[in-house]
């Protein structure tokens, strides 16, 4: 009886006018990109996406613990997956695109929910990968830090001169919130045996990576991708670890479709 009365409800709003039919049903047809920002970062980097791009496709994101006025909280697998589920993540949906700290997210997403695609922009790799080449990353002294006690990885957090921007960008309501945050999300992504029971081979990973990146070397980011037989590594001439994602995102797209 529930649902007969809204669907009744929906009809006569339909007929009325009040609800365009042809625009619902573009928003529906949309292909779904969740965007995984770095460490730290909020579901607000959709604010980044150009508008060019939203009219074609549906954009989702969502808070990992402790970012975008979150509590903190221990992150798994299997809270990735619901945050990511609530966000409107489905099975076999269109794609996933990580920036940097979130490429670990985006991978384990794109094979959990079996979507099309998997793009990887500045991103960082698996632990293995990264301590074969951290003689090389200005990065290692913090990656290290986050492996050991929270303390150690506090004392040392504090003493970044760009504190107060990482608070902003972790959108948190503390500096204590931020750094355990940050803290939490390093630890998740250095696990060891991260990617264990991941079929390498069944889906595609389209990465885009500075041969100039002093926070994840080149080097670690092509040893980490010989598991994967179906990637395309896209080596960007002369480009730092801060390069603009929303270009990135474009092409990614772009190769996507085409």
């Not at 006690?149 to 948190?172: C, R, W």
């Not at 750094?179 to 992504?189: E, M, P, S, V, Y």
Request: charge should be negative.
């Amino acid at each position: 009886m529930k649902n007969r009365s809204v669907l009744t409800l929906c009809l006569v709003l339909i007929l009325s006018g009040c609800i365009n039919l042809n625009e619902l049903n573009r928003e529906t047809l949309k292909p779904t990109i969740c965007i995984i920002g770095g460490t730290p970062s909020t579901e607000d980097i959709l604010n980044l996406i150009p508008d060019s791009l939203k009219t074609n496709y549906n954009f989702i994101s969502f808070n990992r613990p402790g970012f975008g006025g979150t509590e903190n909280e221990k992150l798994t697998k299997a809270k990735l997956y619901e945050l990511a589920s609530k966000a409107g993540l489905k099975k076999s949906d269109f794609g996933v695109i990580g920036i940097s700290g979130g490429a670990p997210y985006s991978i384990l997403i794109a094979n959990e929910f079996d979507l099309k695609h998997c793009g990887i922009i500045s991103g960082m790799v698996s632990k293995e990968a990264f301590f074969q080449y951290d003689d090389k990353a200005i990065t290692s002294g913090v990656m290290k830090t986050a492996l050991g006690d929270y303390k150690d990885f506090k004392t040392t957090a504090l003493q970044f001169p760009n504190i107060a921007e990482i608070v902003k960008q972790a959108g948190a309501t503390s500096e204590e919130i931020a750094i355990r945050a940050c803290f939490d999300d390093f630890n998740f992504i250095l696990a060891n045996h991260l990617y264990s029971g991941i079929d390498y081979k069944s889906f595609n990973v389209d990465w885009w990576h500075g041969e100039e990146d002093v926070n994840v070397p080149i080097e670690s980011v092509e040893l980490f991708l010989e598991d994967f037989p179906n990637s395309s590594l896209n080596k960007i001439h002369s480009a730092s670890h801060n390069i603009d994602a929303n270009i990135y995102i474009s092409k990614i797209i772009l190769e996507w479709t085409n």
